[in-house]
């Protein structure tokens, strides 16, 4: 009686692997590996249509020329953190709703926790200027605003840039420009 077990052929398992390949495609990530913990980069980009890669602390230079940024939030928009010595590799978070003008809802990944989504997520802008250039963000483990400040550079949004950045004025408009003829 033969007790070993059949291995599947080189075709069989190249099928297998294809399969495991594409559901985890189908998932809605591109190229995200299986067994790795879910990043904020690839859920940005992948919730945004803002297509930058790399480490979120370079995503904010990336934009420039690129796409439009500034310092108020709008819904789709990338908030995107600076590094410090608790974020190295900063971070990145996309505006789900505005509540007010100091708060906001982040849907983000890889923040309470490795590879764990956090639809919904409050921020509040906490600078002293009201610039969102400081913000604390829910932090689930603990149930309620994190403890330390986070810095922001800034929003980056879905639009093309204009090469302006959105926080400069506005043009007067048609009316008071005066007679033209």
């Not at 500034?70 to 789709?76: D, H, L, Q, T, V």
């Not at 009201?130 to 403890?147: H, I």
Request: include cysteine.
């Amino acid at each position: 009686m033969n007790n070993k077990i059949k291995m599947p052929g080189r075709p069989v398992l190249a099928r297998a692997m294809a399969l495991l390949f594409a559901v985890g495609l189908a998932g809605g990530l591109s190229g995200q590996a299986l067994a790795s913990p879910l990043q904020c980069v690839p859920y940005a980009r992948d919730h945004s249509g803002i297509d930058i890669h790399g480490n979120a602390w370079t995503w904010w230079e990336q934009a420039r020329g690129v796409y439009a940024r500034g310092s108020s939030p709008k819904i789709g928009a990338v908030m995107t953190m600076a590094p410090s010595q608790a974020m190295p590799l900063g971070h990145v978070a996309v505006v789900e709703k505005i509540v007010d003008s100091r708060h906001i809802l982040l849907d983000h990944a890889n923040w309470s926790g490795p590879g764990k989504i956090d639809r919904g997520a409050l921020a509040e802008d906490v600078s002293a200027a009201g610039d969102w250039s400081e913000v604390r963000v829910y932090y689930a483990p603990s149930g309620g605003l994190g403890s330390r400040t986070n810095p922001v550079f800034g929003f980056i949004y879905a639009e093309a840039s204009s090469m302006t950045e959105t926080t400069i004025a506005a043009a007067p408009a048609d009316d008071d420009m005066g007679d033209a003829g």
